[in-house]
């Protein structure tokens, strides 16, 4: 995309976080490939985005009409493949599973959403910042409790090194939270029982922490 600045200056970049005030954004050489340093941006300089016409915004303009033809394709096969028993069962468990995972997932996201916004970078720095034992401790801990959906732990834990957390943390929170989350603990429990699950979260949560000392020492 270009974002034009109210200076004149015209940035090919691409946004890899966004927040009521600024904008980070990783330009484009001039070879046009991505870099790797990111700049900040106030909303206030910004006079104008315009999105590039390219195959992935083209479907991402399109997007809620796929998204219908896909769900009609679910229907439709659906109801062809399965029984009314199946299906009666199969919308049972995902209501189930709905009222477990959803009030879990939308506390989540909200808290998640102010993280960026709100959270002083002093208090990062000071819980998780450095690499030492109770940091990465923290960052496991964190992470273990954590829902991560599949796709938005790498930006999240992208975001927080900017905030003061060190490397090692960082890892330990990238490790601890695909691995284990609230609502996945919660299944487990009703699955192998409180000691079980016990023990598996203390593994999770002492082997990222031994890794990502390791990792914090290296790098």
């Known amino acids: 995309m270009t974002i034009s600045l109210k200076d ?14 600024h904008l980070d954004v990783q330009l484009y050489d001039q070879d046009g490939r991505l870099g790797t340093d990111i700049r900040r941006i106030a909303r206030a300089d910004i006079a104008s985005i315009e999105y590039e016409k390219n195959f992935v915004m083209t479907v991402h303009k399109y997007k809620w009409y796929l998204a219908g033809a896909c769900g009609i394709a679910v229907l439709i096969m659906v109801a062809s493949w399965f029984s009314k028993d199946e299906i009666s069962q199969w919308m049972q468990a995902t209501w189930d599973f709905s009222l477990m995972i959803i009030p879990l997932l939308f506390g989540g996201v909200f808290v998640t959403g102010f993280v960026g916004a709100l959270m002083p970078e002093r208090y990062v720095a000071g819980l998780v910042g450095g690499n030492s034992r109770m940091s990465n401790l923290v960052a496991s801990l964190v992470g273990m409790f954590w829902y991560f959906a599949t796709l938005t732990e790498v930006p999240i834990v992208e975001m927080l090194p900017r905030l003061g957390m060190g490397k090692g943390p960082a890892l330990a929170l990238l490790l601890a939270g695909p691995a284990l989350s609230l609502p996945s603990i919660l299944v487990i429990y009703r699955i192998i029982g409180a000691l079980k699950t016990l023990v598996l979260c203390v593994l999770v949560v002492v082997m990222s922490s031994i890794a990502d000392l390791a990792f914090g020492a290296l790098f």
Do not use: E, K, P, V
């Not at 004149?8 to 005030?21: C, E, F, K, P, V």
């Open 8 to 21: 004149g200056t015209a940035l090919n970049a691409n946004i890899r976080y966004s927040t009521q005030d």
